[in-house]
């Protein structure tokens, strides 16, 4: 349901910009977008009360909330006044989920006619492109490629890790993935020299690794992190 909110909000950010009309907020847009469908506002209301309902129940229980409710909650205003994400930022990820999406190889027809129910839907993005996208949608400074950092290790479904929320386990297990997208993209020639230089046993230094990180933005990533593993 978030997904094809996001996806009509993106066409219709796209169509305002057109006309040189403002964007919307997305809790107005919501009830255009459910007006459209049901046809009758208090169908409308009526439909987003029962979203807001299953937020704040979610809120409320135990539960861990997914980042992506979590931020969805946020844009609507339908948080505390202080956690509140204003429209500026609703557009920077909505640009950078419709730039990454279109970043990701299609799937053939074969791959398409297979896929499995369960797969249908599935709207994650792989940590790569959630990286990426984050760095787009993100100023540069190092605060804000560290929020980015933090936040994909802290929720990004980790195979082996999910019951842990939070350590270096899951930092590492992200920034080494990170590291290995920029060296099979050969996008990392820094870093591929200093490997070959390792290999061949060749002094590589920490302040060598430090500069190879800088240039794949990645130079925000805690020491602690990687430094007894270098």
């Given at each position: 349901?978030?997904?094809a909110i996001y996806s009509a909000k993106i066409g219709a950010d796209q169509m305002a910009d057109a006309l040189g009309l403002p ?153 080494l993935h990170l590291l290995h997208d920029q060296l099979q993209r050969d996008a990392a020639p820094s870093l591929r020299a200093l ?36």
């Amino acid at each position: 349901e978030i997904e094809a909110i996001y996806s009509a909000k993106i066409g219709a950010d796209q169509m305002a910009d057109a006309l040189g009309l403002p964007r919307r907020e997305l809790l107005d847009f919501a009830i255009e977008f459910y007006l459209d469908s049901l046809g009758r506002m208090e169908l409308a209301e009526e439909k987003l009360c029962s979203i807001l309902h299953c937020l704040l129940a979610l809120e409320r229980s135990s539960q861990r909330i997914p980042l992506k409710v979590s931020l969805f909650a946020r844009f609507l205003a339908f948080c505390d006044y202080s956690e509140v994400l204003p429209l500026v930022v609703l557009s920077a990820a909505l640009q950078a989920k419709r730039s990454a999406h279109a970043a990701l190889p299609r799937p053939s027809w074969r791959e398409r006619q297979t896929q499995t129910t369960d797969s249908q839907g599935d709207e994650s993005l792989p940590l790569a492109a959630a990286h990426k996208a984050a760095l787009q949608a993100l100023p540069t400074s190092d605060e804000a490629l560290q929020q980015a950092f933090s936040s994909l290790s802290h929720y990004a479904d980790i195979e082996g890790l999910e019951g842990i929320q939070q350590g270096r386990e899951r930092e590492l297990t992200v920034f080494l993935h990170l590291l290995h997208d920029q060296l099979q993209r050969d996008a990392a020639p820094s870093l591929r020299a200093l490997i070959y230089r390792a290999e061949h046993r060749g002094v590589v230094t920490a302040q060598d690794f430090r500069e190879s990180l800088q240039q794949l933005q990645l130079h925000v990533v805690d020491e602690a992190v990687w430094h007894r593993r270098l």
